[in-house]
């Protein structure tokens, strides 16, 4: 029996090798994936659709949350990029962490996405008269430089340091700046639900002392009323957080920003409502301007070259930049 299939397996080889080449090496084009990836004009996000709040507040409009579209670097995909306007391609590397993988890169943008989730909540709630209750901070690294000299891994929860609780990647910060340069600090953490003591040694940079690490901060907190924020497992990154904080705000106020507009933006955002630059604006208002969208908020940094986007093209959005939510805000209530 086993003979007959060896048989059969080699006869049907040797008639049909050219086939089993050709269907080879179109796997090979379309699938294998090179170390590119293209950049591409994305499109919005219904955030209306996303926030539940209990007793929120409808909106005549909408506020968007504004993604850039990643393309495979496939073959294919790469000579595309050559043709079709507004393509871009980049290596994998300028878009992940260094010595990460595309995957291991999106696996930390998702933690980087709750947190601006986070902050997000706590921006809005502070900007109404609403209760919201933080009740523990988790600080997880994500990051470690060539440069630590640390027994720190990706992952530790880091809990305290030299006996004294952390609380955020600025409380960090503080504390590593109360020591000097070439001190050794005693870290506590949790690993796989276990506390561990660690250590890592200041050093001095341009920017100041350092450990070399990068956390980031998901926080605990009870609201009234309560909220649930929806997302996919395909989304990551931070840059939704200025429309998320928005999102809420306007859930939580009598008052509708959007004015009955479809309102668009990205941008970053801290727990006091601070806004923060963002990559990939220019994909960001095309997909805006592709989605019908009235108005586009984007970071202070990133207003000149969404300016210059909108201006390449004969659309009439309208793009305002905002420093804080507040600002994003006052400018909304103007229109």
Known sequence: MINKVYDYIKNFIKECYRELIVLFILFLVFYIELPYVIYAPGGTINLNERIIIEDGYDSGGEINMSYVTMVKGTIPNILLSKIIKNWDLDKASNITYEGDTVKETLQKDKLSM???????????????????????????????????????????????????????????????????????????????????????????????????????????????????????????????????????????????????????????????????????????????????????????????????????TDDDLIIIKANTLNDAINELQKL
């Open 114 to 312: 709750e947190e601006a989730q986070d902050n997000a909540t706590i921006a809005a709630y502070k900007l109404t008269s609403h209760e919201l209750e933080i009740t523990k901070y988790h600080n997880i690294v994500t990051y470690i430089t060539d440069e630590a000299k640390t027994t720190l891994k990706e992952y530790d929860e880091i809990v305290a340091i030299n006996d004294k609780m952390v609380s955020s990647l600025e409380n960090m910060k503080e504390i590593v700046n109360s020591y000097q340069e070439g001190d050794t600090l005693d870290i506590k953490v949790l690993r796989n639900n276990k506390e561990v003591m660690t250590t890592a040694k200041i050093y001095q940079t341009d920017d100041g002392l350092k450990v070399g690490v990068t956390i980031v901060t998901d926080v605990d907190f009870k609201t009234k009323p309560e909220i649930e924020i929806e997302s996919k497992n395909s989304e990551s990154g931070p840059s939704g957080g200025l429309m998320t904080a928005l999102a809420i705000y306007n859930k939580l106020t009598k008052e509708d920003i959007t004015k009955g507009k479809k309102i668009a933006g990205t941008g970053t955002i801290d727990a006091l409502g601070n806004v923060g630059e963002i990559g990939g604006v220019k994909y960001k208002v095309l997909g805006a301007i592709d989605d019908d969208m009235d108005v586009f908020i984007c970071p202070k940094e990133n207003y000149e070259e969404a300016v210059k986007t909108l201006n390449s």
